[in-house]
């Protein structure tokens, strides 16, 4: 049985789906040290004008080192509006936005408390919209310690560090994206860039 433990994250990108369809268990990190300008509050998206990142704000803790299960979301900013209204940009043009739209808009209107809760139910729809069902689980306590059939992706799928580097397991393959005559094929971005742009396909790219 093969597990990976990954951290939560927002719109995860492609790199953290292969993941969830590749391993048997998947415990995803509760108790790490949140820390800002990672996956686990923002995602990379293919906007007109390039690679457009969205960062979802936080509460800032009371302390120094919270754990990720604690971390708030902010309303500053109308940050729903903004990140929908910018997905739609992006994305309206494509040949599965409009199939899948009404999907997603409702996470852009309700309020949720809690980053870990939102980035989880924002997972399991997508998982649903591209035919996959991981075994996922919350993390009871950090691990440090891993078995050999145990990997650990928490810090290895990061928006810093490059990915042919920290998880040589991971190849993107090129598919269809609408402003590729533009900026080339972007890869890596997030896993809604697959979905909008290739549909029920995007399950052949993972695997």
């Not at 899948?100 to 808009?105: L, N, P, R, S």
Request: glycine fraction near 2%; proline fraction near 7%; charged fraction near 25%.
């Amino acid at each position: 049985m093969k597990v990976a433990y990954l951290s939560s994250a927002y719109l995860a990108p492609v790199q953290y789906y292969t993941k969830l369809n590749a391993y048997d268990e998947i415990f995803v990190e509760q108790h790490d040290h949140y820390i800002k300008q990672t996956y686990r509050n923002r995602c990379t998206i293919a906007a007109p004008d390039g690679e457009l990142a969205l960062s979802i704000p936080t509460v800032k803790p009371d302390t120094t080192k919270c754990a990720m299960k604690e971390i708030r979301i902010s309303d500053h900013g109308n940050w729903r509006r903004l990140h929908w209204n910018a997905i739609e940009s992006a994305y309206n043009s494509t040949p599965f936005f409009e199939y899948y739209k009404d999907d997603f808009h409702p996470f852009y209107e309700k309020k949720y408390e809690f980053l870990a809760d939102f980035n989880e139910e924002l997972c399991r729809l997508i998982c649903g919209l591209i035919d996959i069902a991981p075994n996922v689980q919350r993390t009871a306590a950090y691990k440090v310690d891993f078995a050999p059939h145990e990997h650990d992706f928490r810090e290895a799928i990061h928006p810093k560090k490059e990915f042919w580097l920290t998880d040589p397991e991971f190849t993107p393959r090129p598919y269809y994206q609408v402003f590729e005559d533009r900026h080339g094929f972007l890869p890596n971005l997030s896993i809604i860039d697959l979905l909008f742009n290739m549909g029920p396909e995007s399950l052949l790219l993972l695997l």
